[in-house]
């Protein structure tokens, strides 16, 4: 890997560059479109990351100027804000990972037809999106926002703010794409889903950082969380931060240069640094006390406390069976069996995982897996 400071009209940058015949590593690496981006002729993955690029108009390049505009235009309820500009290089023909992925796992999914008209460095969208709506539109055609065929392939990560609220996403040439149909209209579609130097950018970025992360402690996840709850830019491969931030294992993995770190991801959350929802970081639930005894009122039929209780039955019109949360683990619940019949006696408890944490509920194979446990114990019982 080599990294180069650089100068561009749009400010000061950081080349960074890889070969793609890379030796064994530990981290996780999008090999899929790593490996298309060889195949499709190129040595090596290059970008040129520019943070806080010039508010300055007039110094921005015709293309990347194109790029924003469309960007502003695909969002006209926001003020959009690139907080870091990046071009990564093109090879000389299309980079296929739909091709990659059905030759490596079996895929039956068939990568959309290409327009020939298309220039060879234009990732366009390889999806069944495009393919669906040129068939539902005979005669339609892409409109091509930012001039291709220069050799780079923009990619951005921009802040939105909207009225009440703000947010980040990366976004890049495929995210902003319309189909501009015969009648005069356009129907809008993003391909970005299987872009290959949208995955490259990532990656690219999330090794340019590695550097800032020199220890693998826990302390080192906290430090991450925080930026990319401000805002930063680590190599996460979008800004969705619907599970508690936008900041993944995958990508901790390959700032700190390991596999894989479930043990120091679960360190850091019984150090109360941060939470784990799934393999997404989050920062820390408050402590709280699990309430003792049954939560849920014999003669209730609601569908839970809305608060603790995830899950809960009755059995043999005797036994309840109660999975709350665990106050210092967001994948773990405990469920305890109760004797109603014996003043609410437990008879049985223990720890059980909640599948992505039961965001939105219970999962359907843990409610079957609690069910045969709660059974076992009242046919133990009972004899």
């Known amino acids: 890997m080599t990294m180069t400071t650089a100068s561009d009209p749009l400010g000061p940058g950081t080349e960074i560059q890889i070969a793609l015949l890379l030796p064994a590593h530990e981290h996780l690496a999008p090999d899929d479109a790593l490996v298309a981006l060889h195949r499709a002729g190129l040595d090596a993955a290059s970008a040129l990351f520019i943070d ?39 090879a000389p023909e299309y980079p296929s990972v739909s091709q990659i992925e059905m030759e490596r796992y079996g895929s039956q999914r068939e990568p959309a037809p290409r327009d020939p008209s298309w220039p060879p460095d234009f990732t366009g969208v390889p ?148 939470d784990i929802n799934g393999a997404v970081l989050g920062m820390p639930r408050p402590a709280r006390t699990a309430p003792a005894g049954p939560i849920m009122d014999w003669d209730s039929n609601a569908a839970t406390d809305g608060d603790w209780l995830i899950w809960w039955s009755r059995l043999d019109r005797r036994y309840q069976v109660e999975v709350i949360r665990d106050p210092a683990h967001s994948s773990t619940g405990q469920l305890t069996v109760y004797d109603h019949e014996a003043d609410d006696t437990p008879l049985h408890s223990e720890k059980v995982v909640l599948s992505y944490g039961a965001v939105f509920g219970p999962d359907a194979g843990d409610v079957t897996e609690w069910k045969q446990i709660a059974a076992a114990v009242v046919d133990a019982r009972d004899g």
């Open 52 to 90: 806080t690029p010039t508010t300055d108009m007039s110094r921005w390049p015709a293309a990347d100027a194109a790029f924003r505009e469309a960007i502003a235009a695909a969002h006209p309820r926001a003020t959009t804000t690139p907080l870091v500009w990046a071009r990564v290089r093109t």
């Open 127 to 274: 999806v069944a999106a495009l393919r669906d709506r040129r068939e539902a539109a005979p005669g339609s055609r892409i409109l091509q926002h930012i001039p291709p065929g220069d050799g780079w392939h923009r990619v951005a990560w921009t802040r939105f703010d909207y009225p009440n609220i703000n947010a980040v996403d990366l976004l890049c040439e495929c995210s902003i794409q319309q189909l501009h149909h015969p009648d005069g209209h356009t129907m809008g579609f993003a391909g970005n889903d299987t872009c290959a130097y949208r995955s490259a950018a990532a990656y690219l970025r999330a090794l340019s950082r590695q550097r800032e992360f020199p220890h693998t402690a826990p302390t080192a996840l906290r430090d991450m969380l925080d930026l990319a709850l401000a805002g930063e830019w680590l190599g996460q491969p979008g800004g969705s931060a619907l599970w508690g931030s936008n900041l993944y294992l995958q990508t901790v993995s390959i700032l700190l240069d390991t596999d894989m770190p479930w043990d120091l991801a679960n360190e850091a959350v019984q150090q109360r640094l941060i």
